[in-house]
């Protein structure tokens, strides 16, 4: 019999351990049994391919070193075994730390990035929260009445969201009224909570309440606030240590906007409404006529942009003025890039450049659902992980498996393969950036998908709002405390989508973006919050700490942190 193991996880049978700066060397451990006369290393970076010999180890098995490369990329290995009884393979598994294959297997991964590469501490020092600015709060000054078309005031701060059919589902034009100066007057009161950074949906000029059909780029839309108010909420933030991420929609802008201006609204020649005679008309993709122009998704009202075109990618990174730049002197602490995973990369290279040369403690974030090391895009892979893109990302891979792990649908092992992989394909300054979330925007309430309600995300025209019955909501809290508890003890930055701390329950939009509870807040759910917040930003060990995990049981997965003299651990048990 033939046995053999490698634990990329391991010091003893990968060191360095994780990812890899540039110019690293990286030494490989391979325990064998059994009639084992050669082992190789088969490797791939660049597109090219590698072998090396290994030798036997005084430890006894197999060990090589190999270079990890001078240049930032993704190096790809496994290991070929001579046996009496044939060749054999080890490579990474689904289920395991390895697997003995007698075909090519699956490769094992790893992440060689920038030397350089580094993200603001204060990254890994925050807890943030995600703030829609329509729905959290209003200013004492009142409420800005919404413009646009077909725009209206609900009559009521806790109404139900309007819920549009028709085809108008990204043109939702339902107002509560909350904006800047009502977020501004409540930075207390999320300093007491713990937050640390907040990351606001679109502020900009659109006809939307999302506003991700962006109008106007340099002009916070009115009935938000002005930019003196945007700049008063950072400066407010910054005297308490907070720091402010907005929202960047860069890949389509809104077929209502003064550069497409479809439907007449600006005093601009758009590139619609002036076809063929625009200053804007570049940015666009036409084919045979006006009315024949590319969308994103398909979605007329959003016609997609060209983001290498000269003049777009001036207006927005390298003009002296540029968007980019304009809200970062406004003291926005960076940049949170929608779809990020539908940018060209050398547009979102340039806008690194550009937001770190205005600001080195300043942000780039990317709105990436599945690994940021190794993505798929429209046919290419792309890492976002070599230091030349990207900070941090949204961590929907994380929040998938707990939630997943909560609900009975995977294992603590197999959470534990989920986390360890990230550990260990993640460079760590990415690692202690990383938006771990559980709720957002996009995804139906936390605390409704961890009460197992069902039918959350039907089609649009299906939707409905359906309460949470008392036992399915105390279910979902107490499932909801314990996630959020675990991922304040991950390495990573833990974001909580606003009202989750206050009960907001909620299906998929639009009814994940219902108004912030004032006055009805759950304050025995907001005190448990508070509590685990402080005792993470209170932890070297939480914020900075090495992390190691253990899978006690199919039910039970156990954290630990370790930093200097300090440790803190957690068991995430899902048994009610």
Not at 49 to 63: K, L, N, T, V, Y
Not at 286 to 313: H, K, Q
Not at 432 to 459: W, Y
Request: proline content about 5%; some cysteine.
């Amino acid at each position: 019999m033939i046995l053999a193991r490698h634990d990329p996880t391991s010091r003893y049978d990968r060191f360095p351990q994780g990812a890899c700066p540039a110019g690293s060397v990286v030494c490989l451990h391979l325990d064998s049994e059994g009639d084992v006369r050669a082992a190789y290393v088969r490797l791939w970076r660049g597109g090219g391919e590698e072998w090396h010999p290994m030798r036997q180890s005084a430890r006894g098995g197999w060990e090589a070193e190999i270079s990890a490369g001078n240049d930032p990329g993704l190096v790809w290995y496994y290991f070929v075994l001579d046996t009496g009884l044939g060749r054999r393979y080890i490579g990474k598994p689904e289920t395991d730390v390895c697997a003995l294959y007698e075909w090519e297997p699956p490769s094992f991964q790893i992440t060689v990035y920038d030397p350089a590469f580094e993200t603001p501490a204060w990254m890994r020092d925050s807890v943030m929260m995600q703030i829609m600015v329509d729905r959290f709060a209003i200013g004492s000054s009142g409420i800005k009445k919404p413009h646009g078309r077909g725009t209206h005031l609900h009559k009521s701060w806790d109404e139900l969201p309007e819920l549009r059919l028709g085809g108008k589902d990204l043109e939702s034009v339902d107002f509560f009224g909350g904006n800047l100066e009502g977020i501004t007057e409540r930075l207390d009161y999320l300093k007491d909570l713990g937050i640390g950074a907040l990351y606001l949906n679109p502020i900009f000029m659109a006809r939307s309440n999302h506003k991700y059909d962006t109008g106007d780029y340099m002009q916070v839309d009115p009935s938000f606030g002005s930019e003196k108010e945007l700049a008063r909420l950072c400066e407010k933030a910054e005297t308490l240590g907070m720091h402010v991420v907005l929202d960047g929609v860069f890949s389509h802008t809104g077929a209502d906007s003064r550069y497409f201006n479809k439907y007449g609204t600006y005093r601009s020649d758009g590139a619609y409404n002036c076809f063929g005679h625009s200053p804007y008309s570049a940015w666009y993709h036409f084919g045979r006529g006006r009315d024949d122009y590319e969308c994103w998704w398909g979605i007329d009202t959003l016609p997609a942009v060209n983001e290498m075109e000269p003049s777009f990618l001036d207006f927005i990174v390298q003009n002296h003025d540029s968007v980019v730049a304009h809200y970062i002197g406004c003291g926005a602490d960076g940049w949170r890039l929608d779809v990020a995973d539908e940018l060209p990369m050398d547009f979102i290279r340039a806008l690194r450049r550009r937001v770190k040369k205005e600001n080195p403690n300043a942000c780039v974030i990317g709105e990436v659902w599945e690994d940021v090391t190794n993505k798929l895009s429209y046919g290419r892979p792309r890492c976002y992980a070599m230091g030349d893109t990207l900070d941090s990302a949204m961590n929907y891979p994380l929040r998938d498996a707990v939630l997943g792990f909560m609900l009975g649908r995977m294992s603590a092992k197999q959470l534990k393969l989920l986390i360890d992989h990230q550990m260990n394909t993640l460079p760590k300054p990415m690692l202690f950036s990383m938006m771990n979330l559980l709720g957002s925007h996009d995804k139906p309430r936390v605390i409704n998908v961890l009460a197992g309600q069902t039918g959350l995300e039907p089609p649009r025209e299906e939707r409905r709002f359906t309460p949470l019955t008392d036992a399915e909501y105390a279910l979902g809290k107490e499932r909801f405390v314990r996630a959020f508890e675990f991922i304040c003890h991950l390495p990573g930055m833990p974001c909580l989508y606003y009202g989750d701390d206050a009960g907001l329950t909620g299906m998929g939009d639009p009814y994940c973006r219902r108004t912030y509870p004032w006055g009805q807040v759950d304050e025995q759910l907001h005190s448990e919050i508070r509590r685990i917040i402080r005792a993470r930003n209170a932890s070297d060990a939480l914020r900075r700490g090495e992390c190691m995990t253990r899978a006690l049981d199919d039910d039970r997965l156990e954290l630990m942190r370790v930093f200097g003299a300090q440790c803190a651990s957690f068991i995430l048990d899902r048994r009610m």
